[in-house]
């Protein structure tokens, strides 16, 4: 992200900064942790309602409240994305997100707030992005990552002060065409395989890692991380035709377990499973790299499919 003026988390929403008084402020923040990041075409009707707000309004004021979210050690910047998108039915929901930083680990490794309120409408059926909704400008990587998009010719950008399309903001634009690939996420490939070699697998974990998106690598992967009472966070791998914005699919789990308000911590996480492809395994190192910056967590299951078409 560019970084603002402001050292504060609830910063430059020209106009919509102090919308919601602290109290309601809360009420929001608790009620989206517990919808793990979502709020719903009711929620969004009632707000707008209340507020006399439209729902790009709405939109932009709930970005105090993504950067709620944010978990920045290094930066000490706290930034927030809300997407709008449209589920199977054309119903509008709001998926939040906010960057997650990892102490002690390369920075290539963080995760962006788009990147995190993308793929929380990936990981929550969307079908559609109309709208993303950013406190600060996206920085290169990120508009690079939502040039992989189905929608990245007609979703609108909203900023403080100014909305855009994509191509104003990253003009020659190299995408998933240039590699010869016709899909894009939100548009993948149809799933032609299938698995052997699952046995001890939780079925779940290989659905998700077979929804994946993976044109580039063809690593299927996915990562499940169990806690002791609020179930369970998937993952999926999100690859990137200029490859460096690509998602790992723990990166991916850990955002959503952070958009319910939970911790990456001994207290919270039971068990933390990766699954791969066999034969074009990557993600094992990096997926060591960023739990080595908690501490006390349960070493990480591997394991490896054989999908055949």
Known sequence: MIP???????????GQTH?????????????VKL???????????NLCNEYSLTQEQLLKACLPIASLFAVAPVSHFFVGAVVLGLDENKQVNFYF?????FTNQPLSLVVHAEQSA??????????SIVKIAISDAPCGYCRQFMNELADASTFDILLPNQDYKLNELLPAAFGPTDLGNEYSLFNPAPITQSVVGQDGVCGTLIDAALNAYVPYTKNFSAVKITTFEQGSFYGRYAENAAYSPSLAPLQSAISQLYLAGLHMDAQTIQKIELLQTKGVENQQQVSEAVLASYAN??????????LVD
């Open 35 to 45: 919808q793990r990041g979502r709020l719903t075409t009711d929620d969004i009707n």
């Open 118 to 127: 993308i793929n929380n409408a990936w990981l929550n059926g969307a079908k």
């Open 297 to 306: 967590l349960p070493a990480m299951n591997a394991y490896s499919i054989e």
């Open 4 to 14: 603002s003026t402001s050292s504060s988390p609830i910063n430059s929403i020209t």
């Open 97 to 101: 997100g906010a960057n997650v930083e």
């Open 19 to 31: 919308l919601f008084d602290e109290p309601k402020r809360d009420a929001l923040f608790n009620q």
